[in-house]
């Protein structure tokens, strides 16, 4: 069993900064890419940005500039930190890895709970 745990999201003002975190554990051989999703009310799951095991990163470009994504392999950990947030950054945001475990040979992405982060005055 793997877990994807996620922490970090709240309420914050316009022009702030949050730092979310996520955390794996179980049953891990290794971890390959991770990172975050974010889905809005009424809107469509969409990548924010990701980070390969090497550490090359990938980002939307609505957020490029603005945030930040890396990573604890030690540690199996993944990170968004956000700055300069405006409201339309609102959503559910969403943590993933793709991970191989002890008992399988392949790669499965497993997705975090999802955490709220609000931008609102």
């Known amino acids: 069993q793997v877990q994807l745990v996620e922490s970090g999201g709240g309420l914050v003002q316009p022009g702030g900064s949050l730092r979310l975190s996520c955390a794996a554990s179980g049953s891990i051989f290794s971890i390959y890419g991770m990172g975050w999703y974010r889905q809005a009310p009424g809107k469509q799951r969409e990548l924010v940005a990701a980070v390969s095991s090497g550490g090359s990163t990938n980002y939307a470009a609505s957020v490029k500039g603005r945030f930040t994504i890396s990573r604890d392999n030690a540690k199996n950990t993944v990170y968004l930190q956000m700055g300069s947030l405006k409201p339309v950054y609102t959503a559910l945001y969403y943590c993933?890895?793709?991970?191989?475990?002890?008992?399988?040979?392949?790669?499965?992405?497993?997705w975090g709970q999802g955490t709220q982060d609000t931008v609102d005055s």
């Open positions: 993933h890895a793709e991970i191989r475990t002890l008992v399988r040979p392949h790669t499965t992405l497993y």
